[in-house]
């Protein structure tokens, strides 16, 4: 295999993660929803939880994106 | 440290791979646009960091501290105005009180004076109107006293013409009076 | 037909000296990307400046929006670290406004036909700047770490109340964690910027080559139009979140040193 579509085909492998933190951000504000509908007056406070769980999971998202972008403009 | 090592490496095996390399790879991974972003950065943050620090934020700070304590002060003499201000009903409402009370003292007291008068001249009045009645009862028993006299005499001397004429014979005054006493004594 | 010409996706991040510098054999030639800064920055200071000349008891608009972002900021960091977070509530709130004006400025569009140099450059996205401001959060972190904590401050990476054998999983984990906290906290808002950027850049270049196509195409140029508008609101609340929370992250971390032994 020609070593430019190998490049193409790994950097399209590397965005996957992209699913899974597509998924894992759906998980972490629905839950935060729910749980803030169920008890608005303590929603505020975990907030700064939320967002973390948030950054976290964006994070893993992020490194897919990274290592294709390295993959694509590096190699 | 994982990427920024493989980020370091690569860029650098890019770096020495020639300029070809390094026009196609990512301007990120570039290292010799490092010192110079790291050095502004460096002064710029500093110096954003430096003025945040002594000028701005105690600024700020002491203008919403400043504000929040005027508030308090504001809030405090506006309670103590409230609480003066029910000092001073509490004081208005304990005169209208008193005045009350005095007015009160002083409507018994006429009325009791005034009761008093009523009844010593009811008394008066009363005593008068006794003495009168007592007089009138003593003429009147005199009276009545008297009549009874008068009509003992004239009963005695209407016996005595009586007797005179039935038996053309005059009883003496004593006897007729006597047998009028008796009549009367008996009836 | 209209000449227009696209630009590379990777050229709105290159480094272009403006004026070039060198100290002691070093490169450190004022950039686009050092403009950028400077810009952002002289914004905040200018802001703050109109902000505090005159420090009313009852704020005016621009005194008002500084205030709203001191007691947010001031309140993150007491909620975060609690009554130790005073002394980093300087830093914190620098890092916050700072990352949040460079992300700001780097959306306002190019003006056409001024030399690539002065086109508009996001400092932020780029990963040697990010990683900067997170070795110093981590530096800060360490520090103050062993400052406040002596050696307990290693209890970070040993919670007590384990069965004994837990911690031969759970100490290098911790270290792990630890040690990917910088590389997290830059990756994820130089990936942010960059990432967005990117689509932008896309966006906006669906719309010149169909504008270049000419004839009946150049009408379908509206929708990657409407796309690049949506995108760039979208990157609004992307540069306010990302700055949002490195500054959360920053005080977590802070507070994690802080209460190092007290787990």
Same mark, same amino acid.
């Given at each position: 295999?020609?070593?430019?579509?190998?490049?193409?085909? @790994?950097? @399209?492998?590397?965005?996957?993660?992209?699913? @899974?933190?597509?998924?894992?951000? @759906?998980?972490?504000?629905?839950?935060?929803?729910?749980?803030?509908?169920?008890?608005?007056?303590?929603?505020?406070?975990?907030?700064?939880?939320?967002?973390?769980?948030?950054?976290?999971?964006?994070?893993?998202?992020?490194?897919?994106?990274?290592?294709?972008?390295?993959?694509?403009?590096?190699? | 440290?994982?990427?920024?090592?493989?980020?370091?490496?690569?860029?650098?095996?890019?770096?020495?791979?020639?300029?070809?390399?390094?026009?196609?790879?990512?301007?990120?991974?570039?290292?010799?646009?490092?010192?110079?972003?790291?050095?502004?950065?460096?002064?710029?943050?500093?110096?954003? !960091?430096?003025?945040?620090?002594?000028?701005?934020?105690?600024?700020?700070?002491?203008?919403?501290?400043?504000?929040?304590?005027?508030?308090?002060?504001?809030?405090?003499?506006?309670?103590?105005?409230?609480?003066?201000?029910?000092?001073?009903?509490?004081? !208005?409402?304990?005169?209208?009180?008193?005045?009350?009370?005095?007015?009160?003292?002083?409507?018994?007291?006429?009325?009791?004076?005034?009761?008093?008068?009523?009844?010593?001249?009811?008394?008066?009045?009363?005593?008068?109107?006794?003495?009168?009645?007592?007089?009138?009862?003593?003429?009147?028993?005199?009276?009545?006293?008297?009549?009874?006299?008068?009509?003992?005499?004239?009963?005695?001397?209407?016996?005595?013409?009586?007797?005179?004429?039935?038996?053309?014979?005059?009883?003496?005054?004593?006897?007729?009076?006597?047998?009028?006493?008796?009549?009367?004594?008996?009836? | 037909?209209?000449?227009?010409?696209?630009?590379?996706?990777?050229?709105?991040?290159?480094?272009?000296?403006?004026?070039?510098?060198?100290?002691?054999?070093?490169?450190?030639?004022?950039? $686009? +990307?050092?403009?950028? #800064?400077?810009?952002?920055?002289?914004?905040?200071? %200018?802001?703050?400046?109109?902000?505090?000349? &005159?420090?009313?008891?009852?704020?005016? &608009?621009?005194?008002?929006?500084?205030?709203?972002? =001191?007691?947010?900021? /001031?309140?993150?960091?007491?909620?975060?670290?609690? +009554?130790?977070?005073?002394?980093?509530?300087?830093?914190?709130?620098?890092?916050?406004?700072?990352?949040?004006?460079? $992300?700001?400025?780097?959306?306002?569009? /190019?003006?056409?036909?001024?030399?690539?140099?002065?086109?508009?450059?996001?400092?932020? +996205?780029? %990963?040697?700047?990010?990683?900067?401001?997170? #070795?110093?959060?981590?530096?800060?972190?360490?520090?103050?770490?062993?400052?406040?904590?002596?050696?307990?401050?290693?209890?970070?990476?040993?919670?007590?109340?384990?069965?004994? =054998?837990? =911690?031969? %999983?759970?100490?290098?984990?911790?270290?792990?964690?630890?040690? /990917? &906290?910088?590389?997290?906290?830059?990756? &994820?808002?130089?990936? $942010? #910027?960059?990432?967005?950027?990117?689509?932008?850049?896309?966006?906006?270049?669906?719309?010149? +080559?169909?504008?270049?196509?000419?004839?009946?195409?150049?009408?379908?140029?509206?929708?990657?139009?409407?796309?690049?508008?949506?995108?760039?609101?979208?990157?609004?609340?992307?540069?306010?979140?990302?700055?949002?929370?490195?500054?959360?992250?920053?005080?977590? =971390?802070? /507070?994690?040193?802080?209460?190092?032994?007290?787990?």
């Amino acid at each position: 295999m020609d070593a430019e579509a190998a490049k193409l085909i @790994g950097a @399209g492998l590397a965005s996957i993660p992209l699913a @899974g933190a597509g998924v894992g951000l @759906g998980l972490i504000f629905g839950n935060f929803l729910s749980g803030a509908f169920r008890n608005p007056s303590a929603a505020a406070a975990n907030q700064p939880t939320m967002l973390l769980a948030f950054a976290l999971t964006e994070f893993t998202g992020l490194l897919g994106f990274a290592i294709a972008m390295i993959i694509l403009y590096t190699f | 440290m994982s990427i920024f090592a493989i980020a370091t490496s690569v860029a650098e095996t890019a770096a020495a791979h020639g300029d070809e390399a390094a026009s196609a790879g990512l301007p990120q991974l570039d290292p010799s646009s490092w010192p110079s972003q790291l050095f502004w950065l460096a002064v710029i943050f500093g110096s954003l !960091y430096a003025l945040m620090h002594t000028r701005f934020l105690p600024a700020i700070g002491g203008a919403i501290e400043e504000r929040r304590d005027r508030i308090a002060d504001d809030l405090d003499k506006a309670s103590e105005f409230k609480h003066q201000a029910e000092e001073a009903e509490g004081a !208005y409402n304990q005169a209208l009180a008193d005045a009350k009370a005095k007015a009160q003292g002083i409507a018994a007291e006429t009325r009791g004076e005034v009761d008093k008068d009523i009844a010593e001249m009811q008394a008066d009045t009363d005593a008068a109107l006794e003495k009168q009645v007592a007089a009138a009862e003593a003429r009147i028993t005199a009276m009545k006293v008297d009549a009874a006299a008068k009509v003992h005499d004239a009963a005695a001397e209407t016996a005595r013409a009586v007797v005179e004429i039935l038996l053309d014979e005059a009883p003496t005054s004593e006897a007729a009076e006597k047998a009028v006493s008796n009549v009367s004594n008996a009836s | 037909m209209i000449d227009i010409r696209a630009a590379g996706p990777m050229e709105q991040f290159e480094i272009l000296p403006i004026i070039p510098l060198d100290i002691a054999g070093i490169d450190i030639s004022f950039t $686009n +990307s050092s403009l950028w #800064m400077l810009i952002a920055t002289g914004a905040i200071v %200018l802001f703050f400046f109109l902000a505090t000349r &005159r420090a009313a008891l009852i704020p005016g &608009r621009v005194q008002s929006a500084v205030e709203v972002l =001191y007691e947010f900021v /001031s309140d993150l960091v007491r909620d975060t670290i609690g +009554s130790d977070g005073r002394k980093f509530f300087p830093y914190v709130f620098t890092l916050f406004i700072f990352i949040l004006a460079a $992300n700001l400025f780097g959306l306002i569009p /190019s003006l056409p036909y001024t030399p690539a140099a002065m086109h508009t450059f996001t400092p932020t +996205s780029h %990963l040697i700047v990010t990683l900067a401001l997170a #070795m110093v959060t981590i530096s800060i972190v360490v520090i103050y770490g062993f400052w406040k904590n002596g050696l307990k401050f290693f209890k970070l990476f040993a919670p007590s109340g384990l069965p004994i =054998y837990m =911690y031969v %999983l759970i100490v290098p984990i911790e270290i792990i964690s630890f040690l /990917s &906290r910088p590389i997290s906290l830059a990756v &994820r808002l130089f990936a $942010n #910027m960059f990432a967005g950027h990117i689509i932008l850049k896309l966006f906006a270049g669906f719309v010149v +080559s169909l504008l270049s196509a000419g004839g009946a195409v150049m009408v379908f140029g509206i929708a990657p139009f409407l796309g690049a508008i949506a995108v760039t609101a979208l990157e609004f609340l992307v540069a306010a979140l990302q700055a949002y929370v490195f500054a959360v992250l920053t005080c977590i =971390y802070l /507070s994690d040193a802080a209460h190092a032994s007290d787990h």
